[in-house]
């Protein structure tokens, strides 16, 4: 906040919020904050024409920064350092700085370009679990259907062997039947042709005894005729 009242040239604000700042940074033990308040009190007082508060204020929060070895707040501190001492013209305190503002400038685009490879290995990964997921997914959909055809095959195989054997069955029982319906009809024949069979052999040992006592009576007839003709001579 101390910053945007300083850039609309609200200088009393900003001292007052700065030091709020400062003093709450120093209370929290937050070096980050105390070293960024540093650099806004370094600006401020270069803006207020206080050249030695704003090179104090500048050493302080490039001490800190490079306490704390965070490269990006190294280089600002860095940087202001530089322009403050152009400004008092110590010239070689401030090519001092400048070599280290390069320097740091070099170290961030390294950083920022490990980052960016970082960013990059972690979306290459990123991509490569997605895609390893996706195959997963279609394997996994792949066996859920593969096992689903299977359990369609054995259904429907089921499903025939059930039809098949109660068919079979169906045959049987019918095979039976008429088996049965045969035998009845063999035995029902068989009944027919022994009461026939019985009925002509009564006929016939009716027409034998018949013959017999017509062959007996003759007999008779002709005894009786051969010993009336032996009276008779």
């Known amino acids: 906040?101390?910053?945007?009242?300083?850039?609309?040239?609200?200088?009393?604000?900003?001292?007052?919020a700065l030091n709020e700042a400062l003093d709450l940074s120093l209370r929290s033990g937050n070096k980050t904050m105390q070293a960024a308040t540093l650099y806004n009190l370094s600006n401020l007082s270069e803006k207020k024409k206080k050249g030695d508060s704003a090179l104090?204020?500048?050493?302080?929060?490039?001490?800190?920064?490079?306490?704390?070895?965070q490269p990006d707040l190294i280089r600002g501190?860095?940087?202001?350092?530089?322009?403050?001492?152009?400004?008092?013209?110590?010239?070689?305190s401030s090519l001092h700085y400048l070599k280290i503002v390069q320097e740091y400038d070099g170290i961030i685009k390294v950083n920022e370009?490990?980052?960016?490879?970082?960013?990059?290995e972690?979306?290459?990964e990123f991509h490569q679990k997605e895609q390893e997921q996706k195959r997963l997914h279609e394997n996994e959909r792949i066996r859920l259907w593969a096992i689903s055809a299977v359990i369609f095959l054995i259904a429907v195989t089921m499903a025939l062997l059930y039809f098949m054997v109660r068919n079979k069955a169906r045959k049987t029982e019918i095979e039976n039947l008429e088996l049965e319906l045969l035998a009845r009809k063999y035995h029902m024949e068989e009944k027919r042709l022994r009461a026939e069979l019985e009925t002509k052999s009564k006929e016939?040992?009716?027409?034998?005894?018949?013959e017999i006592q017509r062959t007996q009576l003759i007999e008779e007839i002709i005894q009786k005729l051969t010993r009336s003709e032996e009276h008779t001579s």
């Open 1 to 16: 906040y101390g910053d945007l009242l300083m850039n609309s040239n609200n200088f009393t604000g900003s001292q007052t």
């Open 56 to 69: 104090q204020f500048a050493i302080n929060a490039y001490a800190l920064a490079k306490d704390l070895n």
């Open 77 to 92: 501190t860095a940087e202001r350092l530089q322009e403050v001492y152009e400004k008092n013209r110590r010239l070689d």
């Open 113 to 120: 370009a490990k980052e960016v490879l970082q960013q990059q």
């Open 122 to 124: 972690m979306l290459s």
């Open 204 to 210: 016939l040992t009716s027409k034998a005894m018949i």
